[in-house]
């Protein structure tokens, strides 16, 4: 289990939770069960999102493990130019 903080308007789709727990072994898991249990977060998840694990931005790395009492944030990747 971890703990993860949506970050901005992650919390917001995620019916107003900042903070979840999560039973998954790397950040793969990680997402397919967010998308289970917040359905409105998958669209967000599919356009990118970053994941920052004790402090590092991981990004494109599904298969980096979550390790157990890491501090994970998810933040909506932003775009511009």
């Known amino acids: ?3 993860v903080t949506l970050w901005g308007s992650l919390g917001a789709v995620a ?5 979840v727990e999560i039973e998954a072994k790397d950040i793969r898991e990680l997402f397919r ?3 289970e249990q917040y359905p ?14 004790d402090g590092t931005i991981d990004r494109d790395t ?4 979550l390790p157990k ?3 994970i944030f998810l933040l909506p990747r932003l775009a511009g130019g």
């Open 33 to 35: 069960k967010l998308a």
């Open 15 to 19: 019916g107003g939770k900042n903070k």
């Open 40 to 53: 409105g977060l998958e669209p967000l998840i599919d356009r990118g999102i970053a994941v920052a694990i």
């Open 69 to 71: 009492g890491s501090e």
């Open 1 to 3: 289990m971890v703990e």
């Open 62 to 65: 599904w298969s980096k493990e």
